[in-house]
């Protein structure tokens, strides 16, 4: 009897522990993130490297987060960051958006930029995976600054910078302001590797720039010493690299509390690198999943072998915790604040730079190029020596003056309404003006400074004129500086380089009905090839494929697309990314982010020495298709006719002008 009971009792128990366990398995619940999406919310456009690097994170993120969700982009771009971040502080915090930005983001917020919706420190943060800046300052060694005494005695240094608040331009100027240097001179507009050319052109004597891109791009200014290298910037405090054990931290020549507090704030800004964001609300579960998540995908070696691939250096994880505490640490007080606003917008500071001096503008005597009646432009015969008689003679009856393509630097020279002043500022920024420049003083009539997007195949003629002496038999000295198109108008606008060379940008000005000055041009025909990776044999191959191009409404934008409308291809087939210039669209090709692009000598020929084909070149009968992609509809073509009307006068003064050889000089022209 008592043996039964056990084991009803057994059996009981048993019945009731299934009463409770089963229903657990059987009707467990699913994970929040499955069969869902995830929106990454980004600051840059798609194609780019910022949205190739963040993508190369996705899978290793639905890897790690329960219930695999997909994961997609969403790109609003603009504002520096503003339009992103503003848009992902409004999302629903349901743990569905993420906000994946950039340093601007932080930024913006602590310098009080104007359009920031969003507090910083109601944020909830995930991480990101670059946290590692250095940068090093040095000067090239025939500059003969090889100490730091001398650094601070020799007046106007000349230090190159990207662009204005560019963060190669807000080190350097860190470092000219740590270590104490005069009157430093600062001339912006380059690339960085251009940057490294000007360097060893002479064009620039210092810079700052990061010591990984020295040991990758220009190892030989360590192994040659070509370099003098001053100081760095460890960016964590602290993390050494082993190369540059020896040189001083930029924080051991500070003494004030403000200075150090200056610095804490610009590595609080770079440490944070590409943060990732969620909006304020979040539940705390999702928080805890996704923060764990990113750990993990940060840590997974796949995704730092894929990032240094795709970055071309290793990825260096900052982690949530780590990433909120350094926000709330960032100097917040007014003086430091004024002190970095100060220095990021070139206005002068403590021991720093004078700015430039302005250049004046004279347009009173505007050149411009003949155009046929089907709006093609005339090729010049012995068109180098017409324009160096020209600049001479404007030299001698003119004295300061000299015309090139360029953007004028005071638009109040304009004899224009207020209303139009208004739109040819701003119109500055997006195309190029050509008109003529009265340089200040007798000495600006002897050197010119002059902006080059490249060394394509288009500007040669200039570096011959300039390697055969011929600006010298006209008594002009030269000097030309790399930079990206897209800021040379601000180059001229802050006094850096007199005058630069882009045309198509020009002609885009004069069918926007802003006034157009085109002194030459040095080539009938387009040199434009389309050069692709080894795989792609024909135009379809192309389809569902990146390819790069230097910008919108440039000579290489309007060559793809006739390009595509030969072949029958819609644009929705191909994407593109912008890249800037011919010298970076080479670089986009040759590390394999695209698979093709549009190049000019000696790009193409440098690419085809590597093993990229050359897939179609631009011919003549080509042109026509160019033109109509280029005109769009009826209404361009009408204030393309409008342009030329509004030019003839000038158009018949320049021919005359140009065609019309200097007596005194033309023995010298006459050897080109």
């Given at each position: 009897?008592?043996s039964?009971?056990?084991?009803?009792k057994?059996?009981?128990?048993?019945?009731?522990?299934?009463?409770?366990?089963?229903?657990?398995?059987?009707?467990?619940?699913s994970?929040?993130?499955?069969?869902?999406?995830?929106?990454?919310?980004?600051?840059?456009?798609?194609?780019?490297?910022?949205?190739?690097?963040?993508?190369?994170?996705?899978?290793?993120l639905?890897?790690?987060?329960?219930?695999?969700?997909?994961?997609?982009?969403?790109?609003?771009?603009?504002?520096?960051?503003?339009?992103?971040?503003?848009?992902?502080?409004?999302?629903?915090?349901?743990?569905?958006?993420?906000?994946?930005?950039?340093?601007?983001?932080?930024?913006?917020a602590?310098?009080?930029?104007?359009?920031?919706?969003?507090?910083?420190?109601?944020?909830?943060?995930?991480?990101?995976?670059?946290?590692?800046?250095?940068?090093?300052?040095l000067?090239?060694?025939?500059?003969?600054?090889?100490s730091?005494e001398?650094?601070?005695?020799?007046?106007?240094?000349?230090?190159?910078?990207?662009?204005?608040?560019?963060?190669?331009?807000?080190?350097?100027?860190?470092?000219?302001?740590?270590?104490?240097?005069?009157?430093?001179?600062?001339?912006?507009?380059?690339?960085?590797?251009?940057?490294?050319?000007?360097?060893?052109?002479?064009?620039?004597?210092?810079?700052?720039?990061?010591?990984?891109s020295?040991?990758?791009?220009?190892?030989?200014?360590?192994?040659?010493?070509?370099?003098?290298?001053?100081?760095?910037?460890?960016?964590?405090?602290?993390?050494?690299?082993?190369?540059?054990?020896?040189?001083?931290?930029?924080?051991?020549?500070?003494?004030?509390?403000?200075?150090?507090?200056?610095?804490?704030?610009?590595?609080?800004?770079?440490?944070?690198?590409?943060?990732?964001?969620?909006?304020?609300?979040?539940?705390?579960?999702?928080?805890?999943?996704?923060?764990?998540?990113?750990?993990?995908?940060?840590?997974?070696?796949?995704f730092?072998?894929?990032?240094?691939?795709?970055?071309?250096?290793?990825?260096?994880?900052?982690?949530?915790?780590?990433?909120?505490?350094?926000?709330?640490?960032?100097?917040?007080?007014?003086?430091?604040?004024?002190?970095?606003?100060?220095?990021?917008?070139?206005r002068?500071?403590?021991?720093?730079?004078?700015?430039?001096?302005?250049?004046?503008?004279?347009?009173?005597?505007?050149?411009?190029?003949?155009f046929?009646?089907?709006?093609?432009?005339?090729?010049?015969?012995?068109?180098?020596?017409?324009?160096?008689?020209?600049?001479?003679?404007?030299?001698?009856?003119?004295?300061?003056a000299?015309?090139?393509?360029?953007?004028?630097?005071?638009?109040?020279?304009?004899?224009?309404?207020?209303?139009?002043?208004?739109?040819?500022?701003?119109?500055?920024?997006?195309?190029?003006?050509?008109?003529?420049?009265?340089?200040?003083?007798?000495?600006?009539?002897?050197?010119?400074?002059?902006?080059?997007?490249?060394?394509?195949?288009?500007?040669?003629?200039?570096?011959?004129?300039?390697?055969?002496?011929?600006?010298?038999?006209?008594?002009?000295?030269?000097?030309?500086?790399?930079?990206?198109?897209?800021?040379?108008?601000?180059?001229?606008?802050?006094?850096?380089?007199?005058y630069?060379?882009?045309?198509?940008?020009?002609?885009?000005?004069?069918?926007?009905?802003?006034?157009?000055?085109?002194?030459?041009?040095?080539s009938?025909?387009?040199?434009?090839?389309?050069?692709?990776?080894?795989?792609?044999?024909?135009?379809?191959?192309?389809?569902?494929?990146?390819?790069?191009?230097?910008?919108?409404?440039?000579?290489?934008?309007?060559?793809?697309?006739?390009?595509?409308?030969?072949?029958?291809?819609?644009?929705?087939?191909?994407?593109?990314?912008?890249?800037?210039?011919?010298?970076?669209?080479?670089?986009?090709?040759?590390?394999?982010r695209?698979?093709?692009?549009?190049?000019?000598?000696?790009?193409?020929?440098?690419?085809?020495?590597?093993?990229?084909?050359?897939?179609?070149?631009?011919?003549?009968d080509?042109?026509?298709?160019?033109?109509?992609?280029?005109?769009?509809?009826?209404?361009?073509?009408?204030?393309?006719?409008?342009?030329?009307?509004?030019?003839?006068?000038?158009?018949?003064?320049?021919?005359?002008?140009?065609?019309?050889?200097?007596?005194?000089?033309?023995?010298?022209?006459?050897?080109?």
């Amino acid at each position: 009897m008592g043996s039964n009971q056990a084991a009803l009792k057994i059996g009981i128990l048993g019945f009731l522990t299934c009463l409770f366990i089963l229903p657990g398995y059987g009707f467990s619940q699913s994970p929040f993130y499955q069969d869902k999406t995830i929106t990454v919310i980004q600051g840059v456009g798609p194609g780019g490297t910022g949205d190739m690097r963040r993508k190369a994170l996705f899978p290793f993120l639905q890897k790690y987060i329960p219930g695999n969700p997909t994961i997609v982009s969403n790109y609003r771009p603009g504002g520096g960051d503003r339009k992103a971040a503003n848009y992902t502080y409004r999302a629903r915090p349901d743990g569905l958006t993420i906000g994946g930005l950039s340093s601007s983001m932080v930024i913006n917020a602590i310098l009080g930029a104007s359009g920031v919706q969003y507090d910083i420190d109601k944020w909830i943060y995930l991480g990101s995976p670059i946290s590692f800046f250095h940068y090093v300052f040095l000067t090239r060694k025939e500059a003969g600054l090889n100490s730091l005494e001398k650094l601070r005695s020799v007046p106007s240094v000349r230090i190159g910078g990207q662009e204005v608040g560019h963060d190669s331009y807000v080190v350097a100027r860190l470092f000219a302001y740590a270590i104490g240097m005069k009157e430093t001179k600062w001339v912006t507009g380059y690339g960085g590797p251009e940057m490294d050319v000007a360097l060893m052109r002479g064009e620039v004597d210092a810079r700052a720039t990061p010591p990984e891109s020295v040991i990758q791009r220009n190892p030989d200014w360590l192994e040659k010493g070509l370099m003098d290298f001053h100081a760095i910037i460890e960016i964590p405090k602290g993390k050494k690299l082993a190369r540059f054990a020896r040189l001083p931290e930029i924080e051991d020549f500070v003494g004030s509390e403000k200075d150090r507090k200056l610095l804490a704030m610009y590595r609080a800004f770079r440490l944070v690198g590409t943060p990732y964001i969620l909006p304020p609300g979040t539940s705390t579960a999702q928080i805890q999943i996704l923060r764990e998540a990113f750990r993990k995908a940060f840590n997974d070696p796949g995704f730092q072998n894929e990032f240094k691939r795709l970055a071309g250096f290793d990825a260096s994880p900052l982690m949530p915790e780590e990433m909120e505490r350094v926000i709330k640490e960032i100097p917040r007080e007014a003086e430091i604040v004024d002190l970095f606003k100060n220095m990021k917008q070139s206005r002068l500071f403590v021991r720093n730079a004078c700015p430039p001096t302005p250049v004046k503008v004279d347009i009173r005597r505007p050149y411009r190029i003949p155009f046929t009646q089907n709006g093609h432009r005339r090729a010049r015969p012995s068109y180098f020596r017409h324009l160096l008689s020209l600049l001479a003679g404007r030299l001698a009856s003119h004295p300061g003056a000299m015309f090139m393509p360029f953007v004028p630097a005071d638009e109040t020279q304009f004899p224009i309404t207020r209303s139009k002043r208004i739109k040819a500022a701003i119109a500055i920024f997006l195309c190029t003006l050509f008109c003529s420049v009265q340089a200040q003083g007798a000495e600006s009539t002897d050197k010119i400074r002059i902006g080059f997007p490249s060394l394509a195949f288009g500007y040669m003629p200039y570096y011959i004129a300039q390697e055969k002496g011929f600006y010298n038999n006209y008594g002009i000295e030269s000097e030309y500086i790399h930079m990206r198109t897209s800021i040379h108008a601000q180059a001229v606008v802050n006094g850096n380089i007199n005058y630069f060379t882009s045309v198509s940008t020009g002609i885009s000005a004069a069918v926007a009905r802003l006034p157009v000055v085109i002194v030459i041009s040095f080539s009938d025909t387009s040199p434009w090839v389309l050069v692709t990776q080894k795989d792609v044999h024909k135009p379809q191959d192309l389809i569902g494929k990146t390819v790069a191009i230097s910008g919108v409404r440039t000579a290489p934008y309007y060559f793809f697309n006739a390009f595509l409308k030969k072949y029958e291809i819609t644009a929705k087939d191909v994407s593109t990314i912008h890249t800037g210039g011919t010298a970076d669209s080479f670089r986009a090709l040759t590390s394999d982010r695209v698979a093709a692009t549009v190049l000019t000598p000696p790009f193409d020929d440098k690419a085809v020495s590597l093993g990229y084909k050359k897939l179609m070149r631009e011919r003549q009968d080509d042109c026509q298709q160019i033109q109509d992609q280029s005109a769009g509809s009826g209404k361009y073509l009408r204030d393309f006719d409008w342009a030329l009307e509004q030019r003839r006068p000038a158009q018949s003064q320049g021919r005359a002008q140009l065609s019309r050889p200097s007596p005194s000089r033309t023995s010298g022209a006459g050897r080109f």
